[in-house]
């Protein structure tokens, strides 16, 4: 059973409109980041694929639960639909209004960042979780296996990016690209390391996930590190990873000079 606690307004500009949620599921208590569209925008989700959302969130699910649903009920997609038929209350819009992602990550260590030029305007909501699962994509023996629909424990990095440039779904495929180059920078600039073996650079984690929202102004086929468009999403990620990852640092004013990962 999921119960809507508290519900207020953090951000308002461009069009979007931001919510800080904070509900109870059972004697759990949680939070998640709704981020409001006036009108149904196109998007494009690593989790939920192609749609066009009027409410697009981030969500934080408590290890306590996290755990509960990967190892003993199982039934993790359940619990997120039910999360999202209590917002489609809510908010008095549609289940196929709604595109979700979650994250072990609370959401008052969320980090936002804006880009502007001219008329364009991109904005990267990040939240930031990689203390036992940071790694070096394909040289790291990967850890997080799925069998039957059944994982193991896994933290993440969730990026929502949002922009008023009208991009079609190759184009909002291609800025995966520019993102994920743009989140490599951060964690390097950071010397984020690898949690399995700590004397390499980590690229990610494994389960990092992506959600872009286009807009409908300024139709822009290219996102490449070439392009104007292109320079706002990575210089909005690059800073937004950046934030919310220095929240975890801040945690752990030893972690640059840990050798050994910590077990899992």
Request: charged content about 20%; some cysteine; aromatic content about 8%.
């Amino acid at each position: 059973m999921i119960r809507l606690i508290d519900k207020r307004e953090i951000y308002k500009c461009h069009g979007v409109i931001a919510d800080f949620v904070d509900y109870q599921t059972d004697d759990e208590k949680a939070n998640l980041i709704a981020l409001r569209f006036s009108e149904p925008r196109p998007s494009l989700s690593g989790d939920n694929g192609y749609s066009f959302p009027k409410l697009v969130c981030n969500c934080y699910l408590p290890k306590s639960l996290c755990d509960y649903l990967h190892h003993i009920n199982c039934d993790f997609n359940d619990h997120l639909r039910q999360i999202a038929l209590q917002l489609a209350n809510i908010y008095d819009v549609n289940l196929e209004d709604i595109s979700l992602i979650s994250t072990g990550v609370d959401m008052n260590e969320m980090e936002y960042a804006e880009e502007t030029f001219g008329d364009f305007w991109v904005v990267a909501w990040v939240t930031a979780g990689f203390k036992h699962n940071a790694l070096r994509v394909g040289v790291d023996t990967a850890h997080g296996i799925e069998i039957g629909g059944k994982f193991t424990e896994c933290g993440t990095i969730n990026i929502i990016l949002s922009t008023n440039a009208s991009l079609s779904l190759a184009t909002m495929a291609s800025s995966f690209i520019t993102i994920t180059e743009a989140k490599g920078i951060a964690l390097q600039d950071l010397m984020i390391h690898s949690s399995f073996n700590p004397r390499l650079q980590a690229t990610g984690t494994g389960t990092d996930q992506i959600i872009v929202v286009s807009g409908h102004d300024f139709p822009c086929r290219y996102v490449g590190g070439h392009t104007k468009l292109g320079e706002l999403i990575a210089k909005a990620v690059t800073r937004a990873c950046k934030m919310a990852c220095s929240r975890q640092l801040a945690k752990n004013p030893h972690y640059h000079t840990e050798l050994e990962p910590d077990p899992l």
